[in-house]
Nanobody
Framework: QVQLVESGGGLVPPGGSLRLSCVVS????????IGWFRQAPGGMREGVSC????????YYTNYVRGRFTISIDKAKNTVYLQMNSLKPEDTAVYYC??????????????????WGQGTQVTVSS
């Protein structure tokens, strides 16, 4: 059974930074797509970024490209989301998700079959 646990959320002022972590247990990260998603109050869950563990291919939504960086540490079975220059509109619950996948193409939200419980990110002065 694959389990994901997010951490690293919190309250930061606009322009601040946070690093989210997603620890995956139950198997190694070889042959997986790992995605970060977010859901603001009253909004839909939307994709933020994803990474393919086999070749490191990454994808970012336009809203975060240039500000957020996704990375993977296979030795720690952990995927990170470094978030810089945070804006109030980045406020949301952030989730990580995983899908067994050995390719490089983008994986849509509804294809992921393992999800974490989420971590709250609040950007406010």
């Amino acid at each position: 059974q694959v389990q994901l646990v997010e951490s690293g959320g919190g309250l930061v002022p606009p322009g601040g930074s946070l690093r989210l972590s997603c620890v995956v247990s139950g198997r190694t990260l070889d042959g997986y797509a790992i995605g970060w998603f977010r859901q603001a109050p009253g909004g839909m869950r939307e994709g933020v970024s994803c990474i393919m563990s086999d070749d490191g291919t990454t994808y970012y939504t336009n809203y975060v490209r240039g500000r957020f960086t996704i990375s993977i540490d296979k030795a720690k079975n952990t995927v990170y989301l470094q978030m810089n220059s945070l804006k109030p509109e980045d406020t949301a619950v952030y989730y990580c998700a995983a899908k067994a996948y050995g390719g490089s193409s983008y994986v849509p939200r509804n294809a992921y079959n393992y999800w974490g419980q989420g971590t709250q990110v609040t950007v406010s002065s």
